[in-house]
Each structure stands twice: as C-alpha cells, then as structure tokens.
C-alpha cells in the first residue's frame, strides 16, 4: 500500500505575527517501489513535506495515511497502529552527520534498534546488515569512532543507523549537500542501490535535478507551498519554463537537448529519458555525428 497525502495543509504559528503558511492543499501518492523526487527551491515546503510522512508534523488540515493507517488518529484504540505506521518511515535529515554521537560506529548504528526493544543478537545482525548496505566493511569499521571519517562516510554511517531500523520507505533530506565529488558519487550509488537491490521506496529531496535525473522514476516539483508538477520524468523534464517558474534549472542533459533540437538534430525527449545519463549523452553525441555526417553529405 502506497503513502498517500489527503490536501494537506500547514501552517506555522497560527494567530500570531509570524503565521507563515508552508503547504497549500497538497496531494501526493507515493507507490510502494518508487524512486520518488521531491524538488524545490528554498522555501517551495518540501523539507515541510517531508516531515509529515511519519508524523513529526501533523497537518493544520487534511490528511496523511502510511499503508492505510492516519498518522493522526482520532480514537486511542488507533494510536499504536498510528505509531507503528511512522516507524516504517526512516528520516534521513539534512547533514544527517550532524546527529552522530556514540564513541563507535557500532554503537551510534545499534542506537536505534536498541531503543526499539530489540535483543543483542538481533541488534548485531541489523548493525551488520546496514554496514553492508552502505558498503562498509564490519570489521574495519565497527570499532572506529564515527568523527574519525571524512564526510561522505560520516553521511554513510547515519544512514546506516536508520536502515538498522528497516524502514519500509527512507526519506533523505538533501543527502549530498556539502559533500565533495567523491562522497557524493559514492552516497548517490550507495542510494540506487537501495532502490534496485534491496527494492527500498525512496523519497529523495533535492534541488539539484542532475541528481533527480539520475535516479528517479517519479518526479514532484513544489513552489512556495503548492505542488506545481508531479508524473514521470518524461512528462516533467521537458517542461523546462515550469521548472524555471520554480527557481530550477532543468537537469544538464535536458538543457542541451532544447540547444541540439534548435540546432535541427531529430532527438526527443522520450529517447533521453529512457536512459541513464551516461547511455544519454551517448546519444546526444550519436545524433549531433549523423547530423554533422548528414549535413557534410549534402554539401558534397
């Protein structure tokens, strides 16, 4: 069963000064699965969003439901099913790093599985099991103090420490920002990974639509509180006027194909969105050689 939004609205400190209206009739699937994208500018409402789907925030007015169940229930008796509905939910904040604390990379990722209740054996294998996932070694790295590590492993580290606690889906929050080209690369395919692999539904805000590009199969765009667009990568990218009117810049790949049509070369969107970036620009170089070959063809 999906996560749903019902026109979900919120507002931040009600009746006072600084009432500040963050989402406006919101309404959202996400199918189990999914790679879903979640883009916008600073202040579009999508870290607000975010923070409904387990319940850290209920909604001034509609509705939130994880696998059927309202995360805001209205009889006592609906609460623990309330309760276990946000624990599917696995939030990866912002510079998740930030929250490390333990003295041990085991002990930081065990933390949360033993909160939960869970036995010592049971909390051993989940801490291996999530290093894995992340691709970091057990042995190497259990022992070790988490602020030893160079940012994208510390980024690596606090996600494993949420996957200890098998979440049906994962939301991450901006999970490259502030990551040099290295730990980006390796956190992004640490990322696909999930999804392919493990068939984890990912939730993933971000304003860098390269990265959207890559790795999703949905795509939602918000715009000061107001969900602009949402469909599949086919039906949004090319929608690039739009993208603008939200403070984005179209993924690279889609900004050189508008120059490559202008230019009179036969590529559609359809022929790049079918692929991965790498298999894309392939064939924009395939399509710019035929026309160039084409063109030397007429004048001889």
Do not use: W
């Not at 439901?65 to 624990?87: C, H, I, N, T, W």
């Not at 990568?233 to 900004?255: D, H, K, N, S, Y």
């Not at 969107?269 to 392939?282: I, M, Q």
């Amino acid at each position: 069963m999906p996560i749903e939004l019902k026109d979900i609205s919120y507002t931040y400190m009600p009746g006072t000064p600084y009432e500040r209206k963050a989402l406006r009739h919101v309404s959202l699937t996400i199918a189990d699965g999914t790679f879903v994208a979640i883009a916008g500018h600073t202040g579009s409402g999508k870290s607000t969003l975010l923070q409904h789907l387990n319940g850290l925030l209920t909604p001034t007015t509609g509705q939130v439901f994880v696998d059927g169940v309202d995360l805001s229930p209205k009889q006592r008796s609906e609460k623990l099913a309330a309760l276990a509905a946000r624990r599917s939910v696995g939030m990866v904040f912002q510079y998740a790093e930030n929250q490390l604390f333990e003295e041990t990379i085991y002990e930081d990722i065990a933390f949360g599985p033993r909160n939960f209740g869970c036995g010592e054996a049971e909390i051993d294998q989940r801490v291996r099991a999530a290093m894995a996932l992340v691709n970091l070694d057990f042995e190497t790295y259990k022992d070790r103090s988490p602020f030893q590590l160079s940012g994208g492993q510390m980024r690596r580290v606090a996600l494993a420490g949420v996957l200890a606690l098998q979440p049906k889906y994962l939301v991450l929050d901006e999970p490259t920002a502030g990551l040099d080209p290295k730990g980006r690369k390796a956190l992004l395919q640490v990322i696909r990974e999930l999804h392919k692999n493990a068939g984890t539904t990912i939730i993933f805000v971000s304003h860098n639509m390269d990265d959207i590009f890559a790795l999703a199969d949905e795509v939602v765009v918000m715009k000061q509180g107001e969900l602009l667009l949402s469909g599949t990568p086919a039906e949004v990218f090319p929608q690039t006027e739009r993208i603008a009117e939200a403070g984005l810049r179209p993924p690279q790949l889609m900004a050189l194909l508008s120059r490559v049509q202008a230019a009179g070369v036969a590529l559609s969107a359809e022929d790049l969105l079918s692929r991965t970036p790498a298999e894309a620009a392939r064939a924009i170089g395939r399509a710019l050689a035929e026309a160039q070959k084409g063109g030397r063809n007429r004048a001889e």
